[in-house]
């Protein structure tokens, strides 16, 4: 068995119209776990709380998704470039872009 994570991202839980994506790391949860937990692999865009950002960081336009139980351990997750990703599920693609305010915060 693969290596045990401290944290594992919550699986999107409600309809699917209302799940969102990460647009930088392609996590999938609704938009109320993102505004309540963040994401878990993109902690520097300090989501928790903030709906206004959540909505900046994240997409409803995406195709795909994958659930991945262990990504170091997965060959798909390796595949998908996941693998240093938490436990959850992800989007095979997204549409959307980073506003630059965003986009400068991962350039640091």
């Known amino acids: 068995m693969g290596e045990e994570y ?3 991202a919550a699986p999107p839980s409600g309809a699917a119209k209302d799940f969102r994506c990460c647009i930088h790391c392609r996590l999938i949860k609704t938009l109320d776990q993102f505004i309540d937990q963040g ?3 993109c902690p520097f865009f300090n989501m928790e709380g903030d709906e206004e950002r959540v909505r900046d960081a994240t997409s409803s336009e995406y195709q795909g998704l994958v659930s991945s ?3 170091k351990g997965s060959w ?3 595949w998908l470039h996941l693998k240093d990703k938490y436990p959850g599920s992800y989007a095979l693609e997204v549409q959307g872009e980073l506003p630059e305010h965003l986009q400068d915060i991962i350039r640091r």
């Open 6 to 8: 401290p944290i594992k």
């Open 39 to 41: 994401c878990e692999n």
């Open 69 to 71: 139980i262990d990504p």
């Open 76 to 78: 798909t997750s390796k």
